[in-house]
């Protein structure tokens, strides 16, 4: 009947809400997703978006987008972001700000900032079901390595490899100690 | 692929065009370039890994078949979000077996290889391999850059998260001049490109470590030599070995209590 046909297929979600929020840190910040999971439309557009929000001095976990590019829109305040290929190189290292916009390639490594101030941000991926592969935090892919590949990778002892495994708990948005801001490290 | 690619009018067989040496082994590439490659929407590489080598964490915008020519070993594919559902518990383990010392872990599932196995990587999916065979391992790998899966443009392109691969040796083929393949050995990994300090952060480790995540004073290649043997945690690799275990362990303990 017709409730199954795209005339009646729901095309609206609102991604500001905090209490749809995925991931929320109290003192970091929260990341939305909507998907073709969440928004089935999704699926035929071949799209997906999501809502960050950072609160001043915390970071987003650097990761990577298994699968798709990723257009990053600031919508509040500035974050530092870096955006690393796959020499290693940094093809952006700069302070972002509202209005703003940054294309993230699939598979470019990616770190968020917000120091001085918060930073809130709306973003598009270019895959129905975008998936973040994240490289530190309770569910990145160091933490799914085995220790000893990770002492004898980055040739450091076990502990220092135990710390770089499981210091951090959170999964995506972090605090920052303040310790890293760029800005006052002149 | 580009229309004019696939007007092939010779085919003709095609051999390594680079080799791209490092400690513990060797990658060789062919061209992807190669017009036959070209309309195919593919490119090939093999790894050559000597015993103990290791190749170091990495990942392609490409699905990666790859085909286990010789030897045998152990790999992990990271994805993100998976539990860690190797768990090594309380009681002694295999590893610890006349170590003396704790072994303590818990990481993704590791899968085991031999001579004759294929293995599927999913695009953008962290992946490692290690030879834990006496002889060399041998890894033909199917990259495909045509699949929908890569957003990237039409040639692979591998993310190191670990190691200085540009500190392989290149030695160049007959076709000579520089392709973006080529440049994926010749890099530094993706923290390299971080802020030191975002990544201390980030990880909640002091600047050192830090700093040993960049591996920019690492000389050894994608391709690393683990002399002492890799520890994880995994089961037995064959029937006969976990029955052999078993009767270890009960000559250990006695009959196994229930």
């Not at chain 1, 309770?138 to 490899?161: F, H, K, M, W």
Request: aromatic content about 8%; glycine content about 8%; hydrophobic content about 30%.
């Amino acid at each position: 009947g017709i409730e199954e046909t795209i005339c009646s297929a729901k095309v609206r979600q609102n991604i500001d809400n905090p209490s749809r929020a995925d991931i929320y840190n109290p003192h970091a910040g929260r990341f939305t997703t909507v998907n073709s999971l969440t928004l089935p439309i999704l699926s035929f557009l071949r799209l997906s978006a999501a809502r960050g929000v950072l609160y001043r001095d915390s970071i987003m976990a650097p990761h990577w987008v298994t699968n798709a590019h990723k257009v990053i829109y600031i919508t509040k305040g500035e974050s530092r972001i870096q955006i690393v290929d796959h020499r290693g190189q940094a093809v952006l290292d700069d302070r972002v700000r509202q209005g703003q916009v940054v294309v993230v390639p699939q598979n470019y490594a990616v770190v968020k900032h917000a120091e001085t101030e918060g930073c809130e941000w709306v973003e598009f991926n270019t895959n129905d079901n975008a998936m973040i592969n994240t490289l530190s935090g309770r569910t990145s892919a160091i933490r799914g390595l085995p220790v000893d590949v990770i002492a004898n990778s980055y040739q450091i002892s076990r502990d220092e490899a135990r710390r770089l495994k499981f210091n951090r708990e959170e999964t995506l948005i972090f605090r920052s100690s303040g310790r890293a801001r760029s800005s006052e490290r002149v | 692929q580009q229309q004019g690619e696939c007007q092939l009018n010779r085919l003709s067989p095609q051999e390594p065009t680079t080799r791209i040496q490092a400690e513990a082994g060797v990658t060789e590439l062919w061209d992807q370039n190669n017009q036959q490659f070209q309309c195919a929407g593919v490119s090939l590489i093999r790894h050559v890994i000597q015993s103990r080598g290791m190749l170091l964490p990495s990942y392609v915008n490409t699905p990666l078949l790859a085909y286990v020519e010789r030897g045998r070993g152990f790999y992990g594919i990271m994805q993100s979000g998976c539990p860690e559902t190797f768990q090594s518990s309380q009681q002694m383990q295999q590893g610890e077996r006349g170590a003396g010392s704790r072994f303590q872990d818990r990481h993704q599932r590791i899968g085991q290889f031999r001579q004759g196995d294929i293995i599927a990587f999913p695009a953008g999916a962290a992946h490692w391999a290690y030879n834990e065979g006496n002889e060399e391992l041998v890894l033909v790998c199917l990259e495909d850059s045509s699949n929908n899966a890569n957003q990237l443009g039409q040639f692979s392109r591998r993310f190191f998260i670990a190691g200085n691969p540009q500190q392989g040796q290149q030695q160049q083929g007959q076709y000579g001049g520089k392709s973006l393949r080529r440049e994926r050995f010749e890099s530094g990994n993706v923290f390299n490109g971080f802020d030191v300090e975002v990544l201390a952060e980030a990880f909640g480790v002091d600047r050192e470590i830090a700093r040993r995540l960049q591996g920019q004073d690492d000389q050894r290649g994608h391709i690393v030599n683990i002399q002492q043997g890799l520890r994880v945690v995994r089961p037995p690799f064959s029937q006969e070995q976990e029955e052999r275990e078993e009767r270890q362990e009960q000559g250990q303990y006695g009959p196994r209590m229930n």
